[in-house]
């Protein structure tokens, strides 16, 4: 643009970014001095929902935050504030925004819904009773709120009331098993077995395919000690439901009683892989281990225990009985003296010990412990030496008696677990279809960190910008950045600077670059309205940037798929984004970022022909692209071109993007 003609334009680009300021300043606090800002609450929810949706739970609060503090007297800040203190485990943080919510409006049925959610994490089962029957008294045929009140019912005691209520449920909805399911957990609570498994039965026969109800039917035959039995069901759980560690653990339990070690040692490292932490896996996995000889890996299980639980006893003296075997005299001597100074008359500890000393020419000190147990044995007659390990030995978790040290450990209660109807439950995405697409490449100033680890993505194009700009640097990324608090609150008041300088520019070109700035900050924030703002008076300025289209249709794109998660009709606006594709490869055809995000706008129209070749093409500029393979790879599945889509997976997987090798797994065994 020439020099006489950037001063013709200036006054009018001016204005136009006057009044846009105008627009978008309410949302971050900023207030002009020719008039008083007015809060865009909507734009401000929908924002936050955006963020919320996307998981960046911390940023879609601060959203809300600002809402809440224009206008109190909305519920929806309120609920969808308590929605992301949910998913960050602020229980009672979301307890306390849901009862705000209800206050400015009683008769919405998700707020009673959440909140009782809430409530039972934090075991007011009386009080989500409470909730739900609120909820019911709007929406009574929600099914899911009186599954959800029975089992608050189970877990308060209310037996006959959870009973009466599941009378209900099977008389409006005969063929909805898991209220047998539920039936059955009542009988189990009351202790009358032969109706609960008759419930059971009736649940597997309308759907034999839910693990939990082939669990909850194990339970029995492993309290009956049907080993058989149990075995055979929990092999359908774990079919059905292969990474539950609990059922793991129980078939181990099972295997052991019918003398299949191999098995049950399979399945607790199964089961540790699933959950690291587990206390049982480790500890009975440490007493099969030291059965089998395998004394070192033993003692790292051991070892776990005890940092699990530093006063467990009975894992102490099994590490040092260990330690003993390998060697290690003193550390056996050491762990042996704690478990004898809790338990002075524990024959067996002294015994040991004294064997230790023995061995350590200490014989002074093992003549005093077998001094001990010798005048224990003449005049109580307590001592008896323990058994190996074998089945039928197993103690409750409860059950603290140190003589019981190499027997299995086992909960107290086995209980079904009770799986709550939940809508907020993990993660949002978990929401959407499980084969999903890599989403586009965009910019940013946060550097990609995610799966990819084959090098950092760069274009020429943006390198130049950066040099230009002398700015913070600015990135290609194909992930979202989730911020926390602080970070947060940095971008913020980077905008807030971006906002006073554009206000106080005279240069167009100045102007236009903070624009640029500004539109990709508010990309980082989830502000994607504000960005697409700030990048359409950009192109005003400038219509053929390609920088300016790219970040324009990946913000889009992120408003799209949100908005279709709402249930809105996206076509006109996939159309804009492949628009502002298509004009920036006209500036740019050889951009392999441009051609793959214009790939992903075919694949969302299921053009899925016309998303291969823009894939291709990516990849012919970009071979390491391994974004642009896996979502080649799902294309070609989704054509049922299997043999394809399962090379382009393995490269995708070849390339660090692992989540591939899942859907590899899945998809082969259908070829």
């Known amino acids: 643009m020439g020099k006489a003609l950037r001063k013709r334009w200036l006054p009018v680009l001016l204005a136009l970014h006057c009044s846009m300021f105008n627009f978008l300043c309410p949302i971050f606090n900023v207030q002009l001095s020719t008039c008083f800002a007015q809060y865009n609450t909507d734009r401000l929810l929908m924002v936050g929902r955006s963020a919320l949706y996307y998981e960046d739970y911390v940023l879609s609060i601060q959203y809300f935050n600002q809402a809440i503090s224009a206008k109190p007297y909305l519920y929806e800040p309120w609920f969808f504030r308590g929605v992301a203190k949910y998913y960050l485990d602020d229980y009672s943080g979301a307890e306390s925004d849901c009862s705000e919510a209800i206050q400015r409006n009683p008769y919405v049925v998700n707020l009673y819904e959440l909140r009782g959610l809430t409530r039972i994490q934090q075991n007011k089962y009386a009080e989500a009773i409470n909730d739900y029957t609120r909820a019911l008294k709007y929406d009574p045929q929600n099914r899911g709120l009186w599954h959800n009140r029975v089992l608050c019912r189970i877990q308060n005691k209310e037996y006959e009331a959870a009973l009466a209520e599941l009378d209900t449920m099977n008389s409006r909805w005969s063929q909805y098993a898991r209220a047998y399911t539920m039936r059955a957990d009542v009988y189990m609570q009351m202790k009358d077995t032969v109706q609960a498994i008759e419930a059971l039965h009736k649940s597997l026969a309308i759907d034999p395919y839910d693990g939990q109800t082939w669990?909850?039917?194990?339970?029995?035959?492993?309290?009956?000690?049907?080993?058989?039995?149990?075995?055979?069901?929990?092999?359908?759980?774990?079919?059905?439901?292969?990474?539950?560690?609990?059922?793991?653990?129980?078939?181990?339990?099972?295997?052991?009683?019918?003398?299949?070690?191999?098995?049950?040692?399979?399945?607790?490292?199964?089961?540790?892989?699933?959950?690291?932490?587990?206390?049982?896996?480790?500890?009975?996995?440490?007493?099969?281990?030291?059965?089998?000889?395998?004394?070192?890996?033993?003692?790292?299980?051991?070892?776990?225990?005890?940092?699990?639980?530093?006063?467990?006893?009975?894992?102490?003296?099994?590490?040092?009985?260990?330690?003993?075997?390998?060697?290690?005299?003193?550390?056996?001597?050491?762990?042996?003296?704690?478990?004898?100074?809790?338990?002075?008359?524990?024959?067996?500890?002294?015994?040991?010990?004294?064997?230790?000393?023995?061995?350590?020419?200490?014989?002074?000190?093992?003549?005093?412990?077998?001094?001990?147990?010798?005048?224990?044995?003449?005049?109580?007659?307590?001592?008896?030496?323990?058994?190996?390990?074998?089945?039928?030995?197993?103690?409750?978790?409860?059950?603290?008696?140190?003589?019981?040290?190499?027997?299995?450990?086992?909960?107290?209660?086995?209980?079904?677990?009770?799986?709550?109807?939940?809508?907020?439950?993990?993660?949002?995405?978990?929401?959407?279809?499980?084969?999903?697409?890599?989403?586009?490449?965009?910019?940013?100033?946060?550097?990609?960190?995610?799966?990819?680890?084959?090098?950092?993505?760069?274009?020429?194009?943006?390198d130049e910008t950066n040099d230009r700009l002398h700015a913070r640097t600015i990135y290609v990324s194909s992930e979202h950045a989730i911020l926390d608090d602080v970070r947060s609150k940095a971008y913020f008041d980077y905008i807030d600077s971006l906002t006073a300088a554009i206000d106080q520019s005279k240069v167009t070109r100045e102007a236009a670059d903070l624009l640029m700035l500004r539109a990709i900050a508010f990309s980082t924030i989830q502000n994607f309205d504000g960005a697409i703002d700030?990048?359409?008076?950009?192109?005003?300025?400038?219509?053929?940037?390609?920088?300016?289209?790219?970040?324009?249709?990946?913000?889009?794109?992120?408003?799209?798929?949100?908005?279709?998660?709402?249930?809105t009709n996206i076509e006109l606006q996939i159309a804009n984004v492949q628009g502002d594709l298509n004009h920036a490869l006209a500036?740019?055809?050889?951009?392999?970022?441009?051609?793959?995000?214009?790939?992903?706008?075919?694949?969302?129209?299921?053009?899925?022909?016309?998303?291969?070749?823009?894939?291709?093409?990516?990849?012919?500029?970009?071979?390491?692209?391994?974004?642009?393979?896996?979502?080649?790879?799902?294309?070609?599945?989704?054509?049922?071109?299997?043999?394809?889509?399962?090379?382009?997976?393995?490269?995708?997987?070849?390339?660090?993007?692992?989540?591939?090798?899942?859907?590899i797994k899945k998809y082969r065994n259908n070829k």
């Open 215 to 462: 669990a909850a039917r194990s339970i029995i035959s492993l309290s009956r000690e049907e080993w058989d039995s149990a075995e055979v069901q929990l092999d359908r759980a774990i079919h059905l439901m292969p990474k539950h560690a609990g059922f793991h653990i129980n078939r181990a339990l099972a295997r052991f009683n019918r003398n299949n070690l191999r098995g049950a040692m399979a399945d607790y490292d199964m089961a540790l892989d699933l959950e690291p932490n587990n206390f049982l896996g480790h500890y009975n996995r440490g007493l099969l281990r030291a059965q089998v000889g395998d004394d070192n890996r033993a003692i790292t299980d051991f070892d776990f225990v005890l940092q699990l639980e530093p006063d467990n006893m009975l894992a102490l003296f099994n590490r040092a009985v260990l330690l003993d075997k390998t060697g290690d005299l003193q550390g056996a001597i050491r762990d042996y003296t704690k478990v004898i100074d809790e338990y002075p008359n524990f024959w067996t500890g002294l015994e040991f010990r004294a064997a230790c000393y023995r061995r350590l020419g200490m014989t002074a000190k093992a003549e005093k412990d077998e001094f001990t147990v010798y005048r224990a044995r003449l005049y109580k007659h307590l001592y008896g030496t323990q058994p190996r390990l074998s089945p039928n030995q197993m103690r409750k978790r409860s059950d603290e008696d140190v003589e019981k040290y190499n027997q299995l450990v086992i909960e107290d209660e086995q209980e079904p677990e009770r799986e709550y109807q939940n809508d907020y439950r993990g993660r949002v995405q978990n929401h959407r279809v499980e084969l999903k697409f890599q989403p586009m490449y965009a910019l940013s100033f946060e550097p990609q960190k995610g799966e990819v680890r084959t090098g950092r993505p760069f274009d020429r194009l943006i």
């Open 587 to 663: 500036f740019s055809p050889q951009n392999a970022y441009l051609l793959y995000n214009r790939g992903n706008t075919h694949a969302q129209r299921l053009d899925y022909e016309q998303a291969i070749a823009d894939y291709t093409a990516a990849l012919e500029q970009e071979s390491a692209m391994a974004e642009a393979y896996y979502n080649r790879g799902i294309c070609f599945i989704k054509l049922n071109r299997l043999s394809e889509g399962i090379s382009d997976l393995s490269k995708a997987g070849e390339l660090g993007l692992y989540t591939a090798y899942s859907l």
């Open 534 to 567: 700030d990048l359409s008076t950009y192109l005003l300025i400038d219509s053929s940037s390609v920088v300016a289209l790219w970040q324009r249709a990946a913000c889009q794109a992120r408003i799209n798929q949100f908005q279709a998660s709402e249930g």
